[in-house]
């Protein structure tokens, strides 16, 4: 049997669920904050240059990845006045602002410290760990600044480099930069870390930085060794000196465990650590070098460790990975392009930004179970929410269908909102 259907107009939102969102921006005053940083850089005539940067953010977290699906906004009759003045601006008008702010590398930073700090202070966090890391950003067009350069997901292809930096506890993104795809990861890496560092050091008792062995080099380590606050773990490429070496070292099981690890003390108060692990049994030994154990080394400035904790928590970089596949896949990392390289620099901050915004969100808002959720099952639970606007005694009132963590959590969370 057929079931009948019937197309009605309804003026109503599958998404408001983003409510509390937009009660977390009005709370850390983000059209202040974005004033204060970027200043009056143009006259203010339809659109607000934040009204513009948080209607992106509300396509994004509602599952746009291209600029030109905010115009799908324009139907929704609650959105617009929850992320702007209630009108949807045009793709072309928010491209003249992104313009602008793609040029202001300075100032996107320090939107991000801002948002950081804010952070930091209101959870009374006093030791962060930072993870370094880059990735490439396929295109398809001829995008400005779009060169073949280092593509795993896609060798051969024109790419985008994009450079992060995210602290661990917060899942918030403390810096980033967009470059051209023929840039090394490594370059300009120095000046990128110490900018943070300068920024965060002197407020934080304990900080620990944690990067791979493409950014390794004499030169990092001499800078992260200035801050006295600061731990590195970073990962050394193994060259022919150094495997000789470690071959030659005694080594120690922890725990029964079939890893094996050793150290080498090195002058200036400088570590590598070793970890030896059996390669698996039937495995094809090399000609050349017949060794039946693969080797990993991590440089470190903390004496204390043991070599065992010290890969353990190196270990947890692989959040890093996850972070910039979720980024990628849920936040339009990378799919938000223009052929304007300025352009592209500015959707691609947003990007962080939205991320940036949904781990604060996720740590004054949340708890338990639904403080681990990324944001694909927070649009399931949470954003969609059917909501529409009535008017009762000159008041405006929107109305908010029951969503599916129920409305005491709802309650709960919008309280939690509020205290912020």
Same mark, same amino acid.
């Given at each position: 049997m057929k079931t009948r259907y019937k197309i009605v107009e309804r003026k109503a939102t599958p998404?408001?669920?983003? /409510?509390?969102? !937009?009660?977390?921006?009005?709370?850390?005053?983000?059209?202040?904050?974005?004033?204060?940083?970027f200043g009056k850089y143009r006259k203010v005539r339809k659109y607000h240059p934040w009204e513009n940067i948080s209607m992106i953010v509300a396509t994004i977290l509602s599952g746009g990845e291209r600029l030109y699906d905010v115009?799908?906004?324009?139907? &929704?009759?609650?959105?617009? &006045?929850?992320?702007? *003045?209630?009108?949807?601006?045009?793709?072309?008008?928010?491209? &003249?602002?992104?313009?602008?702010?793609?040029?202001?590398?300075?100032?996107?930073r320090e939107m991000l410290f801002l948002l *950081?700090?804010?952070?930091?202070?209101?959870? *009374?966090?006093?030791?962060?760990t930072i993870d370094v890391d880059g990735t490439a950003l396929p295109v398809d067009g001829h995008?400005?600044?779009?060169e073949v350069g280092y593509c795993p997901a896609d060798q051969g292809s024109r790419c985008l480099q994009s450079l992060s930096a995210v602290c661990d506890e917060t899942e918030t993104v403390l810096a980033e930069e967009t470059r051209s795809g023929n840039t090394h990861c490594a370059n300009d890496v120095i000046p990128f870390i110490r900018r943070i560092l300068d920024r965060f050091a002197p407020k934080m008792p304990h900080i620990v930085i944690r990067l791979d062995k493409g950014f390794f080099s004499d030169n990092l380590l001499t800078m992260l060794e200035e801050y006295p606050n600061v %731990?590195?773990? +970073?990962? +050394?490429?193994?060259?022919?000196?150094?495997?000789?070496? +470690?071959?030659?070292? &005694? /080594?120690? !099981?922890?725990?029964?465990?079939?890893?094996? /690890?050793? !150290? %080498?003390s090195l002058t200036g108060g400088r570590y590598y650590f070793v970890e030896r692990t059996p390669k698996p049994p039937q495995t094809q030994l090399d000609m050349l070098e017949p060794d039946a154990y693969t080797y990993r080394v991590i440089a470190c400035n903390d004496s204390h460790r043991q070599p065992h904790s010290l890969f353990r928590d190196y270990n947890g970089r692989g959040r890093d990975e996850q972070q910039i596949c979720e980024l990628k896949n849920e936040y339009a990392l990378g799919k938000m392009v223009s052929g304007d390289f300025d352009v592209t620099r500015a959707l691609c901050w947003v990007c962080h930004l939205a991320y940036t915004l949904t781990g604060m969100f996720r740590q004054i808002a949340l708890r338990h179970e639904l403080a681990k959720h990324r944001l694909r099952r927070l649009r399931f639970i949470l954003f969609t929410t059917v909501a529409y606007w009535t008017n009762h005694s000159r008041q405006r009132i929107l109305n908010l269908c029951s969503p599916l963590i129920g409305e005491m959590r709802l309650k709960f969370l919008l309280r939690r909102v509020w205290a912020f």
């Open positions: 998404y408001g669920g983003l /409510y509390p969102v !937009s009660e977390f921006l009005d709370q850390i005053r983000f059209p202040a904050l974005f004033h204060k940083v115009e799908r906004l324009a139907s &929704d009759p609650v959105l617009p &006045d929850l992320f702007g *003045n209630g009108i949807v601006p045009q793709d072309t008008t928010l491209r &003249d602002d992104l313009k602008h702010i793609g040029k202001m590398n300075d100032q996107r *950081n700090e804010m952070l930091f202070k209101r959870q *009374n966090i006093k030791k962060i995008q400005e600044g779009a %731990i590195y773990e +970073v990962a +050394v490429p193994q060259h022919e000196p150094l495997r000789k070496r +470690v071959r030659g070292l &005694d /080594y120690k !099981s922890y725990h029964g465990s079939e890893r094996e /690890y050793s !150290s %080498i």
